[in-house]
Each structure stands twice: as structure tokens, then as C-alpha cells.
């Protein structure tokens, strides 16, 4: 059984900043991506950030230069940096892990709101 708990979600001015955090436990294995979904009330859930096994990362057009996604191996840690925050940020977050046989994961969700 996987668990991804999300963390560090909250309100927060437009502009300000919020770091969220993923623990991963159980058996967490061929994993080929984690990544960083949300959902806006009313709208489908959308890619927000994603790290592949050898690193590289993939960042939606909305957030990139403004978020920044990083994992700890050794501590089953996922983390995003949310910098200069917009009100169009808010969302529930989601942490996910894709597996290379295709199951993926999900946590639990954090919420994050941006008053504008």
C-alpha cells in the first residue's frame, strides 16, 4: 500500500510565497515520475510540475519561472516552491506518483488559496 501525504498548503497573499511538501511511504517502487497536479473549483485537474526518475522536469506554461519542483530520495520527500503567487493559483494540490507499469498514486490533496 502507497501513502502520499501532502503538506504546507494555506492562504497567502498574491505575490507571497508557499512551499508544499509530499511524504511518500510504503511500497514506492519503479517509479518513473512525481509530480504536482491541482484543481481549481469548476475546472479539471491539471499538470502543475512533474520529476522523472533521471531528473529532468516538466512545468506548466503558468507556473514556470515563478514554481520550482525538487525530490529527496532518501527521505521519500516531494516537494513545490511557489514563489510570487496569483489569485488564478488557487486550487486544491495534489502530489502523484506515476509508476513505469502505469498505477499511479495520489495524495489526499492540500489546499492553497491566493487573495488577490
Known amino acids: 500500500q502507497v501513502q502520499l501525504v501532502e503538506s504546507g498548503g494555506g492562504l497567502v497573499q498574491a505575490g507571497g510565497s508557499l512551499r508544499l511538501s509530499c511524504a511518500a511511504s510504503?511500497?514506492?517502487?519503479?517509479?518513473?515520475?512525481m509530480g504536482w497536479y491541482r484543481q481549481a473549483p469548476g475546472r479539471q485537474r491539471e499538470l502543475v510540475a512533474a520529476?522523472?526518475?533521471?531528473?529532468?522536469?516538466n512545468y506548466a506554461d503558468s507556473v514556470k519561472g515563478r514554481f520550482t519542483i525538487s525530490r529527496d530520495n532518501t527521505n521519500r520527500m516531494l516537494y513545490l516552491q511557489m514563489n510570487s503567487l496569483k489569485a488564478e493559483d488557487t486550487g486544491v494540490y495534489y502530489c502523484?506518483?506515476?509508476?513505469?507499469?502505469?498505477?499511479?498514486?495520489w495524495g489526499q490533496g492540500t489546499q492553497v488559496t491566493v487573495s488577490s
Open positions: 510504503g511500497s514506492v517502487f519503479r517509479i518513473n515520475a
Open positions: 502523484n506518483v506515476d509508476r513505469y507499469d502505469s498505477i499511479r498514486h
Open positions: 520529476i522523472f526518475s533521471d531528473g529532468t522536469t
